[in-house]
């Protein structure tokens, strides 16, 4: 069965900080995808980056990067120097092949000015 | 190019009445799906459709709730004599993908909150 945890349940920041969100997943199959999400106050899901089992390498766009660890089946997003506006519930998922979508429980980031 | 669409957007309801959530894909998107996410909870999956098909149900409540995606027309779940518990907001997703639900990236509707009296 597929897992999701997300140990962090609330982050509290002061803006310019670095932050980073913890995800660390569970699976048997061998092709999965991992997804981050984010659900800002206003309620809507925002999707921001989908990574493939079979590519381990890093992500960076702006002040997001992913850290994607196949031996510790873990897949970290970082916020550098964040902003009041990063403040949201954080959602990682996973997904196998054409099975199931699991969301971990979330991550809220508070980011304080 | 407008995004997953969701109505309505606040549904009040008093027990037992039924509510009936609209969820219209993306264009050019053909699969579907419906989670559910209790107050202060993550996602949970509900149903997965293609048109005119339920691909896996087995996120939804065994009574009461029903999806449907016809060939025309947004992908409606049905709660009937809805209860208390049932107070969440409803998100749908769709995804373009032809060969395997996990392939591609689900984007998500702004979601309807359920709101039972």
């Known amino acids: 069965a597929q897992k999701v945890t997300q140990a962090q349940t609330e982050i509290s920041v002061v803006e310019k900080e670095d932050v980073t969100l913890d995800c660390v997943y569970e699976?048997?199959?061998?092709?999965?995808?991992l997804f981050w999400y984010k659900q800002p106050p206003s309620g809507e899901l925002v999707f921001l980056i989908r990574?493939?089992?079979?590519?381990?390498q890093n992500e960076i766009s702006g002040r997001y990067s992913w850290n994607f660890q196949k031996s510790t089946s873990s897949f970290n997003f970082t916020i550098t120097a964040s902003q009041v506006v990063d403040s949201a519930v954080y959602f990682c998922?996973?997904?196998?092949?054409?099975?199931?979508?699991?969301f971990g429980p979330g991550t809220r980031l508070s980011v304080l000015p | 190019n407008a995004g997953v669409m969701q109505n309505p957007r606040h549904l009040v309801r008093r027990r037992g009445q039924e509510a009936r959530l609209r969820c219209s894909p993306m264009?050019?998107?053909?699969?579907v799906y419906w989670y559910r996410q209790l107050p202060e909870e993550g996602l949970k999956f509900m149903v997965y459709?293609?048109?005119?098909?339920?691909?896996?149900e087995s996120g939804m409540p065994k009574e009461r709730f029903s999806a449907e995606f016809p060939k025309e027309g947004p992908s409606i779940l049905r709660i009937q004599q809805v209860v208390r518990g049932d107070s969440a907001a409803y998100f749908c997703?769709?995804?373009?993908?032809?060969?395997?639900?996990?392939?591609?990236?689900?984007?998500f509707g702004p979601g309807t909150r359920l709101l039972v009296l």
């Open positions: 997703a769709s995804s373009p993908s032809t060969s395997g639900r996990g392939e591609e990236t689900q984007y």
């Open positions: 699976t048997r199959d061998t092709t999965y995808y």
């Open positions: 990574r493939n089992s079979f590519d381990e």
């Open positions: 998922a996973l997904s196998d092949y054409g099975q199931n979508f699991v």
């Open positions: 264009k050019g998107h053909s699969h």
């Open positions: 459709l293609q048109k005119e098909n339920i691909i896996d």
